[in-house]
C-alpha cells in the first residue's frame, strides 16, 4: 500500500502541477526516488523504450529541490530566489513547517493544492502548497 501510494503522490508531481517544488530543509517528505521513476516511466512504459543517447529525462520537467530558511518568511523568499512554484510539506516536519501542515488554511499566500489523505492515502502525509507570491508580504 504504501509503495503504490508513493507512485501516485510522485505521478501527481509529475503530471498535473508544472514547476520547482521545494521539499523540506530537515528531511525529505518522500523518497526523491519515486519522482524519479515516475518522470522516466512516463508515459507509461517509456522505461523500457529510454535509449542513453536520449536527453537525460529527470533532468527535464519539474524538478525538486531543499527549501532553505528557519522561518515562514524566509522559507518564501527563499523560494521566489529560486523561482519555485511549490512547497511539500509533511506532518513530521519541524516548526515553521509543521505549523503550516496543521493549519493550512492560515496563509492566504499558500494555497493547498493537494492533500494526500484528502486523496484516500494511509500511509503517506503530505500536502502540496502552490505559492502565490502577490499575496505574500514579508
Do not use: C, W
Not at 518568511?73 to 513530521?92: C, G, H, P, S, T
Not at 488554511?105 to 503517506?124: A, C, F, H, P, V
Amino acid at each position: 500500500v504504501e509503495e503504490y501510494e508513493k507512485m501516485e503522490f510522485a505521478n501527481f508531481l509529475v503530471n498535473d502541477i508544472d514547476g520547482l517544488i521545494l521539499d523540506s530543509p530537515s528531511h525529505r517528505t518522500f523518497n526523491h526516488g519515486y519522482f524519479t521513476l515516475e518522470k522516466l516511466d512516463n508515459p507509461l512504459e517509456n522505461f523500457k523504450k529510454y535509449k542513453m543517447s536520449q536527453p537525460f529525462v529527470t533532468e527535464s520537467g519539474n524538478k525538486l529541490s531543499s527549501m532553505k530558511g528557519t522561518t515562514l518568511n524566509e522559507i518564501i523568499l527563499d523560494a521566489k530566489m529560486q523561482n519555485a512554484k511549490y512547497l511539500l510539506v509533511d506532518n513530521k516536519d519541524m516548526e515553521p513547517l509543521k505549523e503550516l501542515y496543521e493549519n493550512d488554511n492560515s496563509y492566504e499566500y499558500l494555497i493547498k493544492i493537494y492533500d494526500t489523505k484528502e486523496q484516500g492515502m494511509e500511509r503517506i502525509t503530505i500536502k502540496v502548497f502552490e505559492i502565490n507570491y502577490d499575496k505574500f508580504i514579508p
